[in-house]
Structures are given as structure tokens and as C-alpha cells.
């Protein structure tokens, strides 16, 4: 059982940044890839940006450049960095974590963006 808590929301106006981090309960090496999604009022889960075992990362078409993801073994952690925020940025974002034979989320934090 890998258990995630996510740490870092909140609100912020358009074109600012925040760093979001998500705590694991497990050696980050172990898992397949860690990522962040990010689901909206009346929309699905979509993925905002991931890195896998090898270190190569991923990101949404909606990311430009914006975001980046980065974990850290020593401390078992995930971060997402996000720069330029839009108000469409606008969402509970999740941390995902990836291995062979399951997966798991964490609780959510929020993250809204206004003026």
C-alpha cells in the first residue's frame, strides 16, 4: 500500500506560481511513475505532467512549458512547480503513483486561481 499526501494549494492570481508536493510512503525508486492530475468542476481527471523510473517526464498539450515536475529520492517526495497560472488552471489537483500491479492516488489540494 503506497499512501501520497499532497501539500501546497491554494489561491493564487493569474500569472502567479505555486509549488505543490506530494509526500510518499514509499521509496520513490520503486514505482513505476509518479504524476500529477488535476480534475475541474464538470470535467474528467486529466493528466498535468508525470516522470517515470528513468527520470523522463511527461506533460498535458495545456502545460506550454509552464509546469515542471520533479521528485527527489532522499526525500520521498514528488513537486510540481506551476508558473504562469491561468484561471483555467483552476482544479483539485491529485498525486498519482504508478507501479506494476496497482495504483494509487492521494486525497486532492486545491488549487484556484483569481484576481
Known amino acids: 500500500q503506497v499512501q501520497l499526501v499532497e501539500s501546497g494549494g491554494g489561491l493564487v492570481q493569474p500569472g502567479g506560481s505555486l509549488r505543490l508536493s506530494c509526500a510518499v510512503s514509499?521509496?520513490?525508486?520503486?514505482?513505476?511513475?509518479l504524476g500529477w492530475y488535476r480534475q475541474a468542476p464538470g470535467k474528467e481527471r486529466e493528466l498535468v505532467a508525470s516522470?517515470?523510473?528513468?527520470?523522463?517526464?511527461n506533460y498535458g498539450d495545456f502545460v506550454k512549458g509552464r509546469f515542471n515536475i520533479s521528485k527527489d529520492t532522499s526525500k520521498r517526495t514528488v513537486d510540481l512547480q506551476m508558473n504562469s497560472l491561468e484561471i483555467e488552471d483552476t482544479a483539485v489537483y491529485y498525486c498519482?503513483?504508478?507501479?506494476?500491479?496497482?495504483?494509487?492516488w492521494g486525497q486532492g489540494t486545491q488549487v484556484t486561481v483569481s484576481s
Open positions: 514509499e521509496y520513490v525508486s520503486r514505482i513505476y511513475t
Open positions: 516522470v517515470d523510473s528513468h527520470g523522463n517526464k
Open positions: 498519482n503513483a504508478s507501479l506494476p500491479s496497482a495504483e494509487y
